[in-house]
Nanobody, 125 residues
Framework: VQLQASGGGLVQAGGSLRLSCAASGRTFRSYTVGWFRQAPGKEREFVATIRRAGGSTSYADSVKGRFTISRDNAKNTVTLQMISLTPEDTAVYYC???????????????????WGQGTQVTVSS
């Protein structure tokens, strides 16, 4: 599967952005999809995931209540709606997908085989 992330940009603190991850392939519904982010000088970190089976979601504590992940399998798209953004949310955001990642590993970037190219999110204070 090929992934294309989009929707990043520059926004003021308190603002919102909507990221999209578009996937190729007819079996997209079989993939768990995660969003991760990487700030300069930091390791890539988990943001949110939506699982293939049942579409259950989980979030990093730092974004819980502010970010919402959703998927539209008919459109092969996963969306990350972000509100109340802070400068600490500044990073390159990546979407990732895998068909066999298990629940306990879905927050681990190493568990995902396929990655999009990343989209920059910059939040100014």
């Amino acid at each position: 599967v090929q992934l294309q992330a989009s929707g990043g940009g520059l926004v003021q603190a308190g603002g919102s952005l909507r990221l999209s991850c578009a996937a190729s392939g007819r079996t997209f519904r079989s993939y768990t999809v995660g969003w991760f982010r990487q700030a300069p000088g930091k390791e890539r970190e988990f943001v949110a995931t939506i699982r293939r089976a049942g579409g259950s979601t989980s979030y990093a504590d730092s974004v819980k209540g502010r970010f919402t992940i959703s998927r539209d399998n008919a459109k092969n798209t996963v969306t990350l709606q972000m509100i109340s953004l802070t400068p600490e949310d500044t990073a390159v955001y990546y979407c990732a997908a895998d068909s066999s990642v298990i629940f306990s590993e879905s927050t681990n970037p190493r568990a995902y085989e396929f990655w999009g190219q990343g989209t920059q999110v910059t939040v100014s204070s």
